[in-house]
């Protein structure tokens, strides 16, 4: 066996893993937070504000391919090399949905109001209220409602643009009354909830990958004018390499608070950031303005969602909403997009035994393909159903 001397093993490869002994360098983060967005590069915005592209979706058909997948480039790029957030105004160009939404929010706070046991990791008790899992809770008391407001195309286009397909949708409602406090600035799922000693642990590869396991956004569920704390985002700052293991570090906390930007929003506009952008929640020093948010995190397939989804509950009690909808718009792009909120898109982890992959193909059906072959198939509710349940029982080891 050849000994090597020391200084050749240092020199052969370069760590692995961040150092938390070695503090991020707060000048090179000066410096990719400095760009600025150029708004010819984005031809497809309305204006940018604040380095932020604002999309105003008025103005084009999400139903025309062309136009959807010029948009969807450009909201890659955003969020892999340019200020790693846009907006988009009009996400919900009719409101009602939001409307019945927040009223079905409000009864599921009142019901969980009695419960003191939940938690909200930023906000303190009284001024915030919070629903996790929103989506589900959403879909088990008004199916139609929750039918309504996930079938919308732009949330299907926007989670492909960053994801692909198979995403999973998760969301959680935040409602901040005047004097609510703003959330210091973090990064968010996956590297984002780790300590960063545990940050530490993963090696640096995963520290970009991370990003691209998730979409980050909300849709605006009331106004948010100046000074209700939209979010605050700094621009750019997703493309900071180290930046998990940074953001914890007060140098850093000042600098955003120094640089950081806010963009108003209407009712029915969503947001959309990369993961990793150091962001935060502002605080709301209005007199009288509730803030609403229904703030999303859509996973990859690839990823793991940071709640659980029982699709096949929403399932059961959407189906009669559903195949109204499939009856009278056929397999619309509305369609479309409910089934892949609802439905698990990917076929693994699954059991090879039970569930062979499907001839000449790699994979065994997903959900997603199950439910829309239902649909076009015409089974009844309980043989779709059935063929669900058999799905999740063959997958299990
Ligand atoms: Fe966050």
Redesign the pocket.
């Given at each position: 066996m050849i000994s090597k001397s020391r200084d050749a093993l240092s020199t052969a490869v370069s760590p692995r893993l961040y150092s938390i002994n070695r503090p991020p360098s707060l000048t090179a983060f000066k410096k990719l937070c400095s760009e600025e967005t150029l708004t010819e590069q984005y031809p497809l915005s309305a204006a940018v504000e604040s380095n932020v592209p604002i999309y105003d979706l008025l103005n084009f058909d999400s139903n025309d391919p062309a136009t959807a997948t010029s948009l969807q480039d450009e909201w890659h790029h955003i969020l892999l090399s340019g200020p790693g957030v846009f907006v988009l105004r009009h996400m919900y160009f009719d409101t009602a949905p939001l409307e019945k939404a927040n009223s079905i929010f409000q009864k599921i706070i009142d019901a969980e109001r009695s419960s003191s046991s939940k938690g909200d990791h930023?906000a303190h008790h009284g001024k915030n209220d919070r629903i996790w899992n929103s989506f589900s809770k959403h879909g088990l008391q008004d199916p139609v409602s929750f039918v309504d407001y996930y079938s919308n195309h732009w949330l299907a286009l926007v989670s492909e643009a960053w994801l692909g397909p198979g995403y999973r949708v998760t969301s959680q409602v935040n409602i901040v009354r005047p004097g609510g406090d703003a959330?210091t600035a973090?990064?968010?799922?996956h590297l984002?909830f780790q300590t960063t000693e545990e940050c530490a642990r993963y090696p640096k590869a995963m520290h970009i990958a991370s990003q691209f396991l998730t979409l980050?956004g909300a849709v605006a569920h009331s106004d948010m004018p100046d000074g209700t704390g939209s979010?605050r985002l700094l621009p750019f700052s997703q493309r900071f390499e180290e930046g998990f293991m940074a953001y914890r570090l007060p140098e850093f906390n000042e600098y955003f608070l120094s640089k950081y930007v806010s963009l108003p929003l209407k009712m029915g506009d969503g947001i959309f950031f990369n993961?990793a952008l150091f962001?935060?929640?502002g605080s709301n020093q209005s007199l009288d303005i509730i803030r609403k948010a229904n703030?999303m995190q859509i996973s990859s397939a690839f990823g793991k969602t940071m709640e659980t989804i029982d699709s096949l509950i929403l399932i059961e009690q959407c189906w009669n909403t559903l195949k109204q909808k499939y009856d009278s718009e056929g397999l619309s792009y509305g369609v479309k997009a409910f089934v892949s909120a609802v439905a698990d898109g990917y076929p693994f982890p699954t059991n090879l035994d039970r569930r062979s992959p499907a001839p000449g193909g790699l994979a065994p059906e997903t959900q997603q393909q199950t439910v829309l072959r239902a649909l076009q198939e015409n089974w009844d509710k309980q043989h779709v159903l059935n063929i669900l349940h058999r799905i999740v029982e063959d997958s299990e080891a």
């Open positions: 930023f959330q973090h990064r968010d799922y984002g980050q979010t993961p962001h935060a929640a703030l």
